[in-house]
């Protein structure tokens, strides 16, 4: 058991949001924002949860999300940092077309 009682309030507020991320939870996302924690080293973390309040409850709700998207874009990326210099629209191409 943890000494510090706000680090074992920390714990347990963290651990919570670890089942939400787990779990399709993310309707508990604005309880979970407002309960009356009184740590301020989340609280950076919390205002910029506030900010995009819906993007985040739908992350953790849908079962959807754009990982395929970013992995391809991510291996594009890299693809092309391969090539200084001569990363041209034309070899480029060229050489994705080869690769699929």
Do not use: Y
């Amino acid at each position: 058991m943890l000494s510090c009682p706000e680090l074992a309030a920390a714990a347990e507020h963290v651990a919570f949001f670890a089942v939400m991320m787990r779990d399709p939870t993310g309707h508990e996302l604005p309880a979970w924002i407002q309960a009356d924690t009184d740590l301020p080293d989340l609280a950076g973390f919390l205002r910029r949860l506030l900010q995009g309040l819906d993007g985040e409850t739908n992350g953790l709700t849908m079962p959807l999300n754009s990982g395929i998207c970013e992995g391809n874009v991510n291996w594009l990326k890299t693809f092309k940092r391969q090539m200084p210099g001569r990363a041209k629209l034309d070899l480029l191409r060229f050489r994705v077309q080869i690769r699929t």
